[in-house]
T-cell receptor
Framework: KAGVTQTPRYLIKTRGQQVTLSCSPI?????VSWYQQTPGQGLQFLFE???????NKGNFPGRFSGRQFSNSRSEMNVSTLELGDSALYLC?????????????FGEGSWLTVV | QKEVEQNSGPLSVPEGAIASLNCTYS??????FFWYRQYSGKSPELIMS????GDKEDGRFTAQLNKASQYVSLLIRDSQPSDSATYLC???????????FGQGTRLTINP
């Protein structure tokens, strides 16, 4: 059974550009959430999607957005990139939304903003 | 006060010994508790989940939860060098998918 798949794995962008990251959840999983990991702030929740609806949002500016498609695949977008957006972006999936569900992480997308 | 607190370490343990990792959380409505292991340059990998008070064992790993004290721990028995990693404690509250992570504890197992 394939795990959570994220693309691209590595990317370098320039300040002011935008970036789109993609995530395919484990087959059958309907909840997809996104996290940002930096050395200073650790792992922080960005947002969660379930059945194409955003269920929960973390404390990030509006430059960070996401969506989920009918096949549960998800994308997140960061516009007007800043140097501080350099991070590992992790997608996670679970069968359902809500507490008590086991959450599995993908390998992540390493974003460097120069 | 941070929602989830862990000793950042580094924690150094000799091979074959028991490694003990601790985590406290502030939100009393937290319902689910997880331990993830993260190797350098890799993504977090789920080690244990625990939902009710007491101990839960899986191989060399034991998770312990005390909701009254808002405390969760992970014990690693017969520590191996391959256990050297950062261990992340994560909690989520009732009804929410959002995981809140601690800063992680760096564990080093010395041969």
């Amino acid at each position: 059974k394939a795990g959570v798949t994220q693309t691209p794995r590595y990317l370098i962008k320039t300040r002011g550009q935008q970036v789109t990251l993609s995530c395919s959840p484990i087959s059958g999983h309907r909840s997809v959430s996104w996290y940002q990991q930096t050395p200073g702030q650790g792992l922080q929740f960005l947002f969660e999607y379930f059945s194409e609806t955003q269920r929960n949002k973390g404390n990030f500016p509006g430059r960070f957005s996401g969506r989920q498609f009918s096949n549960s695949r998800s994308e997140m977008n960061v516009s007007t990139l800043e140097l501080g957006d350099s991070a590992l972006y992790l997608c996670a999936s679970s069968l359902f939304s809500g507490s008590g569900n086991t959450i599995y992480f993908g390998e992540g997308s390493w974003l460097t903003v120069v | 006060q941070k929602e989830v607190e862990q000793n950042s370490g580094p924690l150094s343990v000799p091979e074959g010994a028991i490694a003990s990792l601790n985590c406290t959380y502030s939100d009393r409505v937290s319902q689910s508790f997880f331990w993830y292991r993260q190797y350098s340059g890799k993504s977090p990998e789920l080690i244990m989940s625990i939902y009710s008070n007491g101990d839960k064992e899986d191989g060399r790993f034991t998770a312990q939860l005390n909701k009254a004290s808002q405390y969760v721990s992970l014990l690693i028995r017969d520590s191996q060098p391959s256990d050297s990693a950062t261990y992340l404690c994560a909690v989520n509250r009732q009804g929410a998918q959002k995981l809140v992570f601690g800063q992680g504890t760096r564990l080093t197992i010395n041969p």
